[in-house]
């Protein structure tokens, strides 16, 4: 199983998340909408460089909302601890 978390950095509360037992778009582009639907739309969206956050679907959907998209760079596993912290808080 996927968990797909969308956490806000500033208050480090987790307002969006999908779980899935794919690594697709689909989970994630459900997560971003159920935050967005629920809080608005972010100014930025920070994710890593994996296949489902560079996908044409995704990229497009952010684009089309107005939402700027920041990757972390490659094999920075140490920008995913905050989501970690998060989840165990």
Known sequence: MYLTPIIDWYSRYIIGWELSDTLDTAPVLAAVKDAIRQYG???IINSDQGSQFSSDDYT???KA?????SMDG???WVDNVVINLGLEA
């Open 65 to 69: 909302e107005g939402i700027r998209q």
């Open 41 to 43: 739309n972010p100014e």
């Open 74 to 76: 490659k094999a920075r």
């Open 60 to 62: 497009s959907y952010l």
